[in-house]
Nanobody, 121 residues
Framework: QVQLIESGGGLVQAGGSLRLSCVASGRTFNSYGWFRQAPGKEREFVAAIRWSGDNTLYADSAKGRFTISRDNAKNTVYLQMNSLKPEDTAVYYC????????????????WGQGTQVTVSS
């Protein structure tokens, strides 16, 4: 059974930092992505990483502030978020793709349950 379990969300003041974790089990994947969805908005891409190599992708809103990384031995993907802004408030989702690597949420095969990130001003 494939599972993606996120953790690390919470309430933080603007300018603060959080690190999200996503533990994967059940099979291996080609790539992992972080997405977020704010109330009343569509789910949007944040960052993605391949399971091997150094390839990463970032949304413009994440560049320079967020870092996606992985620990293959722990089957875990991280999203380090620094300099957080109130507009970063959303539910953050981890997703896994068996074959592809990209920014389109429709191409990801498995999803976690999400973790809430709230940034206060």
């Amino acid at each position: 059974q494939v599972q993606l379990i996120e953790s690390g969300g919470g309430l933080v003041q603007a300018g603060g930092s959080l690190r999200l974790s996503c533990v994967a089990s059940g099979r291996t994947f080609n790539s992992y992505g972080w997405f977020r969805q704010a109330p009343g908005k569509e789910r949007e891409f944040v960052a993605a990483i391949r399971w091997s190599g150094d390839n990463t992708l970032y949304a413009d809103s994440a560049k320079g502030r967020f870092t996606i990384s992985r620990d293959n031995a722990k089957n875990t993907v991280y999203l380090q978020m620094n300099s957080l802004k109130p507009e970063d408030t959303a539910v953050y989702y981890c997703a896994a793709d068996r074959w592809r690597y990209g920014t389109n949420p429709r191409e990801y095969d498995y999803w976690g349950q999400g973790t809430q990130v709230t940034v206060s001003s």
